[in-house]
């Protein structure tokens, strides 16, 4: 919960240099999980044309920044990234080495495609995130000429369809697209412009990647949405599956053990699956619930459709189905107009609620977005404050939440080796990291461990099983 704008920028999984005769692809991915999604995917439609993954830019032919457009200055860093590519290329170039070839993915290249070539002339091609399944024949183009720019009519149906059954997936856990768009348009979120209205891969396609994600050994799945909790999907009998029934459906796959979803909003919160909660064990008690703030009126400007009551009352009957739940949320400070007192309100429903863990972030204006033109437009420096005492209490309840672990045993999926030599770190059911010695043979594997200790961020266990 540090003062930050984006998620953590993620690359490819580290993976040793292929020979020279391979051509190599790096990816740098930015913001969220359903981005990370979507550079595995990218890495599958790639592979078949010779690309292996690095993890060193340095030694690639082929870079993707797979980009986020959420925040300012997940935007102004894209721009700073491809300047220091673009001086690899010209280096590169002049030395008479390999060519490097440039490409801008997801929503910064959806939103500013045109400024994008404008800026950097060393991009080669620009792919909205609804057409990075056409990445090879974009590369063959861009071997004739430079400039290529796709995806604008989100035809997510047409992207699915297109992509690669069998996915490079080495590890327990995996993300699965189920759900992409957005039909709420919260007036700070550029989403609905850049990824298209809500629609639902039909269930039967989703299951198919679910078994084939079982047989390659994941345990753990987490679906994936702009709104996942507004799954409406086609069933194979014609039925429309809501999100409940799609995950009682993936909980019989032989092998998936465990099932995660975000992101939700509170008004798709529906009783099935608050239901399926309370029944199916293969649903962790982790819930990522975003309200953005207490206060009824900031709530209103936002355009989020729901009430600071509201949404205290969801949280009620989630936690009578089942009361162990840990719930997370995102939150937004200083947006236009935000009193004092208003904001005052949000830390009120924060201490009322008891977050496991949130993210937070100051209110930043996206072009093209209704709050982007208000006025009353909060001066940085209130909104930085307020962003440190919101912080600051999220942080002191992460941290009990931690602590109150201590003594408990949990079941823990070991993912992968810790940074000693015969330690291994996996994910509890409420997702906190989990450390434990002598447990690296363990990798893949569900095992109960008991809580020695919780601290801000991750919690110290001693394994119980062999």
Request: charged fraction near 25%.
């Amino acid at each position: 919960m540090s003062e930050i704008l984006t998620a953590p920028e993620v690359g490819t999984a580290a993976t040793p240099d292929p020979p020279s005769a391979v051509k190599r692809l790096f990816i740098k991915t930015y913001g969220c999980q359903m981005n990370v999604y979507d550079s595995e995917r990218m890495a599958d439609v790639l592979r078949p044309l010779g690309y292996a993954p690095t993890d060193t830019v340095e030694g690639a032919d082929f870079v993707i920044l797979n980009t986020c457009h959420i925040r300012e200055k997940a935007a102004e860093k894209v721009y700073s990234e491809l300047g220091k590519l673009r001086e690899m290329k010209e280096a590169r170039a002049g030395e008479g080495r390999g060519g490097l070839t440039i490409a801008v993915a997801g929503c910064v290249a959806q939103a500013e495609g045109e400024e994008i070539m404008r800026r950097q002339p060393a991009v080669d091609l620009v792919v909205g995130p609804q057409a990075y399944h056409q990445l090879p024949e974009l590369l063959t183009r861009t071997a004739r000429a430079r400039g290529e720019r796709i995806g604008a009519d989100f035809a997510a149906d047409e992207k699915f369809d297109s992509l690669p059954q069998t996915r490079g997936i080495s590890g327990p856990t995996a993300f699965l697209t189920v759900q992409e768009g957005c039909d709420k348009f919260c007036s700070f979120c550029v989403v609905p412009y850049t990824r298209g209205a809500e629609w639902s891969r039909p269930a039967e396609a989703v299951l198919a990647e679910a078994r084939e994600l079982a047989d390659q050994g994941v345990r753990e799945l987490t679906l994936l949405g702009q709104n996942v909790n507004a799954y409406d999907g086609a069933g194979p009998d014609g039925s429309v599956w809501t999100l409940a029934r799609l995950a009682r459906a993936l909980a019989e796959i032989p092998g998936i053990d465990r099932i995660r979803y975000t992101t939700s909003h509170p008004n798709d919160m529906g009783a099935d699956l608050i239901a399926a909660h309370a029944e199916l064990p293969q649903l962790m008690p982790y819930l990522h619930l975003p309200v953005q703030s207490g206060s009824d009126r900031i709530l209103r400007a936002m355009n989020r459709k729901h009430g600071r009551q509201a949404y205290i009352d969801l949280i009620g009957r989630i936690r009578d189905a089942r009361p162990d739940m840990a719930i997370s949320g995102d939150f937004i400070v200083g947006f236009p107009g935000e009193t004092d007192r208003e904001f005052e309100e949000t830390l009120d429903l924060v201490r009322q609620v008891a977050y496991a863990s949130a993210f937070s972030f100051m209110y930043s204006p996206r072009p093209g977005t209704p709050a982007a033109t208000m006025g009353l437009q909060v001066p940085a420096e209130v909104s930085r404050a307020r962003l440190h005492a919101l912080q600051a209490l999220l942080l002191d309840q992460q941290t009990a939440f931690n602590a109150a672990q201590a003594g408990k045993t949990l079941d823990v999926l070991f993912e992968k080796k810790g940074r000693n030599r015969r330690q291994a770190i996996g994910r509890s059911p409420y997702l906190q990291s989990v450390h434990a010695e002598d447990a690296d043979h363990l990798i893949g594997r569900i095992v109960p461990v008991r809580i020695v200790s919780g601290q801000a961020n991750s919690l110290t266990g001693e394994r119980l099983g062999a």
